[in-house]
C-alpha cells in the first residue's frame, strides 16, 4: 500500500492537478491586493458589490484571500507538489537514468523493424561505421557480434534537474513565507527612524533593530518639469550612532545592509520653513486638501500677529519655489527660497521640509529562488541534447542496423545514413 500510494504521488497528472491549484491560487493572490488593512477591503470589495458574485470582503478576510502566500492550505499545497516531486525523481527518474546507462544488446533481427530507423547491409564490413560512430562521440559496448551505442546521456538528466529547481523555488517561497518582512517608512529629511511600520512579516520573522539617518532628498525634473527621478542619501548607524554605511537610493537601485533591503518608493512635502524680519523663523506645515492623489499642497502664511491677514502658497515641486496667492485666492507671484515675498511684510522662504518614503523589506528567499531559476535555465539548456541509441549486430553475412531518438528525429536520419556511407 506505501508503494501504491508512492507511485500515485508520482503520478505526473497528480502533479499537474495540484499545480494547477496553487496556479489558481497565485491569480486569485495577483488579483486580491494582499497584506492591506481591513479599510481597504471594505472598501473596494463591498458587501452589496461583490467580486465575481460571490467574493467580499468577509469571504476575502475568512478565506486568507488577503494574504494568500502565508496560508496554511497554500504551504500545505506548496509542500505536497514537493513531495510529488520528490517522489517522481527518485521513483522514475533516477531508475531511468539507470535503465538508459546498461548495455542493451538487440540480438533478434525482428527487434530491428521496432526501431524508428533500420536497415541491412551485406556486403559493408562493420569497421568503418563504429569508426564513425567513435568519432561522433557516441559510447561503444560490445559483446561478441553485437554492438550497443548511444550519446547524449546527459539530455536524460534535464527532468531531475527541473524537478530540484522546482523544488529550490517551493522552498525558497516557503522560506520567504516563514522569514521575510516588509515595512513602509515615512521620514523627513535629516531624521533619525527605526523599522517600525511592519505590514507584512513572516511567523518565524526576526525584526533587526538597526538605526538609520536620511542625509537628504532630491528630485531631479526633466525639461518639461517632469519628475525624472528622485533620490535619498541614507546612512545605516550602529548602536553609539556611528555611520556604518553610507548610499544614494533612488526607484530599482535600493540601499542593501545585511540582506535588509531601502527601496525608494514615495515623496511627500511636510511644511514651509519662512523668516521674518526680526530673524524669527517658523514652520507652517504643508496640507494636501485638493486632491490626496495629486502632488499638491498648501498652507497659510500669516502676515499679521492676529493670523487674520496673510497669503495662501501652494507647491507642487520640489524646484525651490511655490505659488503666492492673497486671502481672496488672486495670483501675486512665485516665492522662492532665499526671497522676501515682497518688500512690505519683509517675509523671506528659508526652506521646503520633505521627507521620503522608504520601504524596508528582508527576503531570506531570493538566494534559493535564484539559485533554483539558474538551474532551470541548465536543465532548458540541457535538455535540447539528443538521447540517441544505435544497435548493430552481425549475422554470418548480413549486418543488421537501426537506432532511435528521443527528440529531432530528421536531423537523427540524416546522421544515422551519413554513418552507412
Not at 561503444?140 to 523544488?167: D, E, T, W
Not at 527605526?194 to 538605526?211: A, D, M, R, V
Not at 521674518?276 to 486632491?291: D, G, S, V
Amino acid at each position: 500500500m506505501k508503494i501504491k500510494f508512492l507511485k500515485y504521488i508520482a503520478d505526473l497528472r497528480f502533479a499537474i492537478f495540484i499545480l494547477l491549484l496553487i496556479s489558481f491560487c497565485s491569480i486569485i493572490g495577483t488579483i486580491i491586493e494582499q497584506d492591506q488593512s481591513l479599510e481597504i477591503y471594505k472598501l473596494n470589495y463591498p458587501l452589496n458589490n461583490k467580486l465575481f458574485g460571490f467574493l467580499s470582503w468577509e469571504s476575502i478576510v475568512f478565506f486568507g484571500f488577503d494574504h494568500v502566500y502565508k496560508t496554511w492550505w497554500f504551504l500545505i499545497l506548496i509542500l505536497i507538489f514537493g513531495i510529488s516531486l520528490s517522489t517522481c525523481t527518485f521513483l522514475q527518474q533516477f531508475p531511468t537514468i539507470k535503465l538508459a546507462r546498461r548495455c542493451q544488446f538487440i540480438r533478434l533481427s525482428d527487434s530491428f523493424k521496432q526501431l524508428k530507423l533500420s536497415t541491412i547491409l551485406t556486403k559493408q564490413s562493420c569497421n568503418k561505421i563504429i569508426l564513425n560512430l567513435k568519432l561522433a562521440n557516441y559510447s561503444l559496448f560490445q559483446q561478441k557480434n553485437i554492438l550497443y551505442c548511444y550519446k547524449g546521456l546527459i539530455g536524460r538528466i534535464a527532468p531531475i534537474v527541473v524537478h530540484f529547481s522546482m523544488i529550490l523555488i517551493l522552498l525558497g517561497t516557503i522560506v520567504g513565507s516563514f522569514g521575510g518582512f516588509k515595512a513602509q517608512e515615512v521620514v523627513p529629511k535629516t531624521e533619525n527612524f527605526h523599522i517600525q511600520n511592519i505590514f507584512n512579516n513572516g511567523w518565524l520573522t526576526k525584526i533587526p533593530n538597526i538605526s538609520s539617518r536620511v542625509n537628504d532628498f532630491w528630485i531631479t525634473y526633466s525639461k518639461n518639469k517632469t519628475i525624472g527621478q528622485f533620490y535619498s542619501d541614507i546612512s545605516i548607524l550602529d548602536i553609539n550612532g556611528n555611520e556604518i554605511k553610507r548610499q544614494t537610493s533612488y526607484v530599482n537601485s535600493p540601499v542593501i545592509y545585511n540582506n535588509i533591503y531601502f527601496y525608494q518608493t514615495d515623496w511627500n512635502l511636510i511644511g514651509l520653513r519662512v523668516k521674518y524680519k526680526t530673524n524669527q523663523i517658523n514652520e507652517y506645515p504643508l496640507f494636501n486638501r485638493l486632491n490626496n492623489k495629486a502632488k499638491i499642497w498648501l498652507t497659510w502664511i500669516p502676515s499679521t500677529s492676529d493670523f487674520k491677514n496673510g497669503f495662501i502658497l501652494i507647491i507642487d515641486n520640489l524646484q525651490g519655489y511655490c505659488s503666492v496667492y492673497n486671502k481672496q485666492g488672486q495670483f501675486i507671484g512665485n516665492f522662492e527660497i532665499n526671497e522676501n515675498l515682497n518688500k512690505d511684510q519683509n517675509i523671506q522662504l528659508a526652506d521646503i521640509l520633505s521627507s521620503t518614503g522608504l520601504q524596508i523589506k528582508t527576503d531570506p528567499s531570493i538566494p534559493l529562488i535564484y539559485i533554483g531559476f539558474l538551474f532551470l535555465m541548465i536543465s532548458t539548456l540541457i535538455s535540447y541534447t539528443t538521447y540517441s541509441q544505435i544497435w548493430i549486430c552481425q549475422n554470418k553475412s548480413k549486418v543488421f542496423i537501426g537506432g532511435n531518438t528521443n527528440r529531432a528525429t530528421f536531423e537523427f536520419e540524416l546522421e544515422f545514413f551519413n554513418y552507412l556511407k
